[in-house]
């Protein structure tokens, strides 16, 4: 008997010293030490979304204003990124853990103001100008978007993102922003498993040999973009009304972004719901 009480007290002094000299469930901050085995279980991720948008400036200005105090983002890609050990260099100005000022008034999928559950990429584009024959949109380099797509893989695999957790600034703020623009490469990134996209053949079912252009009631469109997770006002007039589905026009169809409600637009978010489903609503 006594042997085995020997045994015993053995094994938990053993314990005690493992618990007390560091171990995977002991964290020691200087002044005091957190025991960390007992983890609850009503707790989430706190990083939701990823969104994009261009910078609207060159690198330098660019840099310049997301490391001042009024605006951030957690990333900034260059037009041209240089290389380090042979590996594209992206800027992280933001640690993802920390909340960056890049969305602004925002809704998206049932939450709203989403710098507190988003991680932000700026990229380096100048965006539009005006001319004579239109606006002028300015492409992505190759690099910034081979680039982006590295860097974007490893958010969505470390957070788990589904591919309706991945926007554009004009998704979640479609009365304010148009950024990334109508030639950033959703579809591009799509393939690369970053964010949705319809499949073709499904659109095509639903347009059911429809005039792409015919019009179709702003009404059920808006109900639709409401479901898959737009921001909709019933209060919104009409110029109001066509820059949401301009700015979903813009993402998925960008050929044609005027806001109008077609029949196209409509077979693309038909598909898009049948994808990928609707919010769910608490």
């Not at 469109?221 to 589905?245: H, S, T």
Request: with cysteine.
């Amino acid at each position: 008997m006594n042997i085995r009480l020997g045994i015993v007290a053995i094994m938990l002094a053993l314990l005690v010293g493992c618990q007390s000299s560091g171990g995977d469930t002991w964290v020691d901050h200087g002044s005091y030490q957190l025991e960390t085995r007992h983890q609850a279980l009503g707790a989430d991720q706190r990083i939701r979304f990823l969104v994009m948008h261009y910078t609207a400036e060159n690198f330098h200005s660019s840099l310049k204003t997301l490391t001042d105090e009024h605006v951030s983002a957690h990333y900034l890609l260059p037009d041209n990124p240089s290389l380090r050990d042979g590996k594209p260099v992206a800027f992280q100005l933001v640690p993802e853990e920390m909340r960056a000022w890049h969305a602004g008034a925002s809704y998206w999928r049932g939450r709203s103001n989403l710098n507190d559950t988003s991680i932000g990429i700026e990229i380096v584009n100048p965006g539009f100008s005006h001319t004579l024959l239109g606006t002028h949109w300015q492409p992505y380099t190759r690099e910034q978007i081979d680039l982006l797509i590295r860097l974007s893989r490893d958010i969505v695999q470390r957070y788990g993102l589904q591919p309706t957790d991945v926007v554009g600034h004009s998704d979640i703020a479609p009365q304010r922003k148009q950024d990334p623009g109508p030639l950033f490469p959703w579809q591009q990134l799509a393939q690369a498993g970053i964010g949705a996209w319809p499949d073709r053949p499904v659109v095509e079912r639903y347009l059911a040999g429809r005039d792409k252009q015919m019009p179709v009631p702003m009404a059920t469109l808006l109900e639709k973009l409401a479901r898959y997770g737009y921001g909709i006002d019933p209060q919104w007039d009409a110029k109001q009304q066509r820059n949401v589905l301009a700015a979903f026009q813009m993402h998925f169809r960008p050929s044609d972004y005027r806001g109008e409600p077609d029949a196209e637009s409509e077979a693309i978010i038909d598909a898009l719901l049948a994808k990928y489903g609707a919010v769910r609503r608490s």
